[in-house]
């Protein structure tokens, strides 16, 4: 029997497919509107369906292997090598099957609805961090050109501003008073946003096996370990902990030549939110190790002592990346190890 790859390219109304046999030979180009896309591929025989992992595309992929086909997601950047003519859609979709038959080629896991979840809880949290931010460096340097110094960081703002309202003799006028009055209101306001969001997202991980595992790990708090789940569910796309970690941009660059080796910094990769709660965990993590006399403890200690913090906090979030995968991927809690 013929295997047919099908190079799909979404967009939001109108859909392009190429049915490619597995020779690169074309066998048919349907364009086909967004709801005729299901109608159509529950008519036509199974088949290997690939998209580019993209906007809708988990969706898309959930749905038509509810229809029985076999689907891949295909990252962009491995796709553009194998577009050969003028960039249109039917061609992207020629160059999204072709690339899907090389061996070599790698694929996105499709992410369940409840890792979406995830992701959706995070990227609303970190959008409102940043408005806070946003919002409370506006009304530091506005008050800034009035006279008023308040520190960095958000927790001072928040202390500090209500004193500034209050004190009748620094000179605000009445309508610059009023004014920063109604930004204190708007950041009181996501300052509790975000406290809602994040007790969402502890009692999401207090439901959530993969996540209960993951905070066995030191290092891993409730944002580490949902970020964990929603990028990469239960890790079986990986081949082991080193291939997590490279994924995860925490190992070095590489520009080896002629028999030399050159090693670089991190190659910061993948995912950068996921690298970077890693590494904050890490330095967190490093800054209390002093007193234990666990396994990893005594090997963080050690490196800290022969290099640089920064090296050290670096390389201990790719240990625990390592580490954090293991977990997931056995489902088995993590145990520190004695000296």
């Not at 501003?161 to 003799?169: M, T």
């Not at 991980?205 to 239960?234: F, K, R």
Request: aromatic share 8%.
């Amino acid at each position: 029997m013929k295997t047919i790859t099908i190079g799909l390219d979404i967009a939001k109304n109108i859909f392009h497919a190429v049915h490619m046999t597995s020779h690169g030979k074309i066998l048919k180009k349907k364009k086909l509107n967004r709801t005729a896309v299901l109608s159509y591929f529950a008519q036509i025989e199974l088949s290997c369906i690939v998209m580019e992992s993209c906007g809708s595309s988990n969706y898309w992929a959930r749905e038509l292997v509810n229809l029985g086909h076999t689907v891949k997601l295909i990252a962009p950047q491995h796709v553009v090598a194998y577009r050969r003519k003028n960039k249109n859609d039917y061609n992207d979709a020629e160059a999204i099957a072709e690339a899907s038959q090389r061996d070599s080629m790698t694929f996105v896991p499709i992410k369940t609805r409840e890792q979406q979840d995830a992701q959706i809880v995070l990227r609303i949290r970190e959008r409102l961090i940043r408005q806070r931010t946003q919002l409370s460096n506006q009304a530091r340097g506005m008050l800034l050109e009035q006279g008023i110094s308040i520190n960095r960081g958000w927790s001072a703002f928040r202390k500090v501003l209500p004193e500034v309202l209050e004190d009748a003799n620094n000179n605000l006028t009445a309508i610059s008073r009023e004014l920063f009055n109604d930004l204190y209101e708007e950041f009181k306001a996501l300052c509790e946003r975000i406290e809602r969001v994040e007790q969402r997202i502890k009692s999401f991980t207090e439901t959530n096996d993969v996540c209960q595992q993951a905070q066995t790990v030191v290092g891993i708090g409730p944002i580490t370990a949902i970020a964990l789940y929603a990028a990469i569910g239960q890790g079986k796309h990986f081949q082991n902990g080193r291939h997590f970690a490279a994924w995860c941009g925490l190992v070095p660059r590489q520009h080896s030549t002629g028999g030399n080796q050159t090693m670089l910094g991190i190659s910061k990769k993948g995912n950068i939110q996921l690298r970077t709660l890693l590494i904050a965990g890490a330095r967190s993590a490093l800054s209390r190790m002093d007193k234990k006399e666990d396994k990893l403890s005594q090997w963080a200690i050690k490196l800290k002592a022969t290099k640089s913090f920064n090296i050290a906090y670096v390389a201990l979030a790719n240990k625990l990346a390592r580490i954090v995968w293991s977990v997931i991927f056995n489902d088995k809690a993590y145990e520190l190890k004695g000296a």
